[in-house]
């Protein structure tokens, strides 16, 4: 079992930048991949981002190449999504999620957090 708990969401305007948080605790952070998702109103929610276990390779969504950025400290637990150069469309719920393969799908991960909101204004 993983607990996941996300945190640093809030307001920004376009054209800013935050970090999310995601802190893990139970079994090892380091046997999991990790991913971030996003789910804006109205939406399904959509992949972002993910990391291998070593954090040696990083997958992105079209919509956050180039922009965003996946890192994790396996010391301490934790799974970091950088976003810069933010857009109002980027305005969702942000999850962090923990599985086996780090993958584009919602079905790779079997846990997941709470959720920290971000809204980006215009």
């Known amino acids: 079992q993983v607990q996941l708990v996300e945190s640093g969401g809030g307001l920004v305007q376009a054209g800013g930048s935050l970090r999310v948080s995601c802190a893990a605790s139970g079994r090892t952070f380091s046997g999991y991949a990790m991913g971030w998702f996003r789910q804006a109103p109205g939406k399904e929610r959509e992949f972002v981002a993910a990391i291998s276990q070593s954090g040696g390779s990083t997958y992105y969504a079209e919509s956050a190449k180039g922009r965003f950025t996946i890192s994790r400290d396996n010391i301490k637990n934790t799974v970091y999504l950088q976003m810069n150069s933010l857009k109002p469309e980027d305005t969702a719920v942000y999850y962090c999620?923990?599985?086996?393969?780090?993958?584009?799908?919602?079905?790779?991960?079997?846990?997941w957090g709470q959720g920290t909101q971000v809204t980006v204004s215009s």
């Open positions: 999620a923990a599985g086996v393969v780090a993958v584009a799908t919602m079905r790779g991960y079997s846990y």
